[in-house]
């Protein structure tokens, strides 16, 4: 597991903030979702939102939960999830050894 840290309180923020509208978006997908693969990515998405929250301890930052859950919101391939993709990415660029 590789750890950072230092946490940026507003890079936090915005994770969390992001991580809400993600919620919110995957319920719609979900109710408008007709294939059955991406019905089951979106619940694999869904059911593995607490990687997002247990990446930021208080050690730090878990940097592979946070690519691992950036690489399930790759596999989507849902432009509306762009936003929180970005917020990752940033928070593991700012992070990185």
């Known amino acids: 597991m590789k750890q950072s840290n230092s946490i940026d309180i507003n890079l936090l923020f915005d994770t969390l903030l992001a991580v809400s509208e993600l919620s919110l978006k ?13 019905i089951t990515k979106i619940i694999n998405v869904m059911s593995n939102l607490t990687l ?34 970005h917020i990752i990415n940033k928070a593991i660029v700012a992070h990185k050894d």
């Open 26 to 38: 995957l319920n719609f997908l979900l109710k408008n979702a007709q294939d059955p693969i991406k």
């Open 52 to 85: 997002i929250s247990s990446a930021y301890t208080e050690n730090g930052i878990d940097i592979d939960s946070l690519a691992l859950f950036r690489s399930m919101i790759n596999d989507l391939d849902y432009p509306e999830l762009n936003r929180l993709n």
